[in-house]
């Protein structure tokens, strides 16, 4: 009996040694891992932001004649570089030739008529002096030279729109450009009422280019842009670059001008315009490209979007706080135009510690071992 009582107690001995093993086994806590952070610092940052922009000469003439007739020459062809006052058309209606000898004929006759009308008042005044004839003859022979001098002022008059017409024939450039398309050729009849212009000269030593902007973009560029009034911040944005239809960049830099006063109810948007120059040439009106509007920012705080994660439509980020245990925090972010960074706008103070590496892993209170880091080692492996 003695023997089966020793062996009871020494299983009830193992079994609670067991327990016990389990029990310890069962509370023994996971120790805490390494985990990089970098350290909160604000500052300024570099960001853009891309439109489609149209491109416009900062002239586009079209080019039309004040004159019915045919079209006798072309002295141009289409995507020529002509100069201001350089001929253009000629426009062939022989009437207005006929017009110029006939107004010219009425200019001789009137011219004829004011020197005998002259001479009729020089006869006549030493007569009236002398009393040979009466005073009446002389005022007579005077208002017939008015009349006569005010007929000729008529027919010169006559003979000045007379020519002007004329000078209507050959259609010369208003402005220095390029020859648009030529859609009329020679012979065809044209007039002051022909819906279709013989062509358009654009003047594109600058080109104009015209884009728009969403309400969010135009608050955002007036909150962080310098100055204080509108012109003072159109005036104080830094140069504007502007990619081509092939992703090649312009190599000249833009500069903002103007801004629209009023949203366009159809688009909800407002037109900006930018000014580049054309040197060269490149540029034509018509073209399409991208304006790059750079929206510097100050005072932001620059995360890695690895280092964020998203909950119910809120951006969160880690951040190592008392006794080594991360916390989550919610920020306001605005996406830089790299594409792997976030400006923390609000949310984060300078020196909060915020972890860069294992965020799908963490959960509140987790204590970890901080390893400092900087954003320019966490974008390089990113």
């Keep these: 009996m003695r023997r089966i009582s020793i062996l009871m107690m020494t299983s009830a001995l193992m079994l609670a040694s067991c327990s016990k093993e389990k029990k310890q086994d069962g509370q023994k806590e996971v120790k805490p891992q390494p985990y990089e952070y970098i350290v909160a610092k604000s500052g300024a940052a570099d960001n853009h932001t891309e439109y489609p922009a149209r491109l416009e000469g900062v002239e586009n003439v079209e080019i039309r004649p004040k004159i019915d007739g045919f079209i006798e020459n072309l002295y141009v062809d289409e995507g020529q570089m002509v100069s201001r006052g350089q001929h253009l058309f000629r426009i062939r209606n022989p009437q207005y030739e006929q017009f110029v000898r006939v107004a010219q004929a009425s200019v001789n006759s009137a011219q004829a008529a004011v020197a005998t009308a002259q001479m009729q008042v020089t006869k006549t005044k030493p007569l009236v002096d002398r009393k040979i004839v009466s005073a009446y003859e002389l005022q007579a022979a005077q208002l017939n030279l008015k009349a006569a001098q005010a007929s000729l002022a008529e027919q010169e008059a006559q003979l000045t729109n007379a020519k002007v017409n004329q000078g209507y024939t050959i259609i010369t450039s208003p402005v220095s450009g390029v020859v648009g398309t030529l859609p009329l050729k020679a012979g065809s009849y044209v007039s002051a009422s022909t819906s279709q212009p013989l062509t358009t000269v ?3 030593s600058k080109i104009f ?6 309400e969010k973009d135009q608050l955002n ?12 911040k159109i005036k104080n944005t830094p140069l504007i670059t502007l990619r081509l239809s092939d992703g090649s960049i312009y190599n000249e830099k833009g500069k903002l001008e103007s801004i629209s006063g009023l949203v366009d109810p159809n688009t909800g948007s407002f037109s900006m315009r930018a000014t580049f120059p054309n040197p060269q040439g490149l540029l034509r009106s018509g073209y399409s490209a991208t304006i790059i509007l750079p929206n510097n920012l100050e005072d932001v705080i620059i995360v890695p979007q690895k280092a964020t994660f998203e909950l119910q439509g809120k951006i969160f980020v880690y951040v190592i706080g008392a006794n080594n245990k991360v916390k989550s925090q919610e920020i306001k972010v605005t996406e830089l135009a790299d594409g792997v960074t976030y400006a923390v706008e609000s949310g984060l103070k300078n020196g909060d510690k915020i972890v860069v590496q294992g965020i799908g892993i963490l959960k509140d209170d987790t204590e970890v071992i901080p390893k400092e880091t900087n954003l320019q080692t966490v974008l390089k492996t990113n």
């Design 202 to 204: 654009s003047n594109i």
């Design 209 to 214: 280019a015209y884009f728009s902007i969403n």
């Design 221 to 232: 560029f007036l909150k962080h842009s310098p100055g204080a009034s509108i012109q003072e």
